[in-house]
């Protein structure tokens, strides 16, 4: 659902290996960068570009939404030799995304359901929230703590297992899960 409206000019620049000029979007503003396009990847409906970037031209990821502006640029990419971007995303891949998320949340969860987090957290994450669940209670729950980039992005996946999951920390995000059931639970008493 994200809008991509330079992702053509990017895949053409990959395609060519021409060198771009980004204007990225971050949190405390926009950034220009001179980038070599190495490669698009596709995780999870998001679409990333792979560029060598900086100072030391060392590869860098860039989340394709958030690229205001493109501009092509005159230059060939200096790609290094041998490298790979399957092999590339393989390993800066888990890196990246143990790299954002960084709040932990403690759950419990349907031991049936506990597999389910591989469809709601980054493949890191999620094997070490599986790996780290507690053995099942006597009414088939497990214990376990997840990380998470930010408590909103918590809250909307954890909403996806209904009520096989409670939120036991931090009570900021067990909060939010009861005043959203609360709000489903007023709007279905009215039907």
């Excluded at 000019?9 to 503003?29: N, P, Q």
């Excluded at 929230?129 to 408590?151: F, K, M, Q, R, S």
Aim: proline fraction near 5%; aromatic fraction near 6%.
């Amino acid at each position: 659902g994200e809008q991509v409206p330079h992702l053509a000019t990017l895949s053409r620049a990959v395609w060519e290996e021409r060198r771009l000029e980004l204007r990225y979007a971050k949190r405390d503003g926009e950034v220009r960068r001179a980038v070599d396009p190495l490669g698009l990847v596709l995780k999870a409906g998001v679409w990333y570009l792979v560029a060598l970037s900086g100072r030391t031209r060392s590869p860098r990821t860039f989340r394709v939404s958030r690229v205001v502006g493109v501009q092509e640029l005159d230059a060939p990419v200096a790609r290094p030799e041998g490298f790979d971007l399957a092999r590339h995303w393989a390993d800066a891949g888990e890196a990246f995304f143990e790299a954002i998320a960084r709040v932990e949340v403690r759950i419990r969860i349907r031991a049936e359901r506990l597999r389910g987090l591989r469809h709601v957290l980054d493949p890191a994450s999620a094997q070490a929230a599986i790996d780290g669940a507690e053995p099942p209670d006597v009414e088939g729950w497990v214990t376990t703590t997840i990380l998470v980039e930010h408590l909103e992005m918590a809250a909307e996946e954890l909403l996806r297992f209904g009520g096989d999951v409670e939120v036991l920390a931090p009570s900021q995000l067990r909060d939010q899960m009861v005043g959203t059931a609360a709000a489903l639970a007023a709007r279905y008493a009215t039907a």
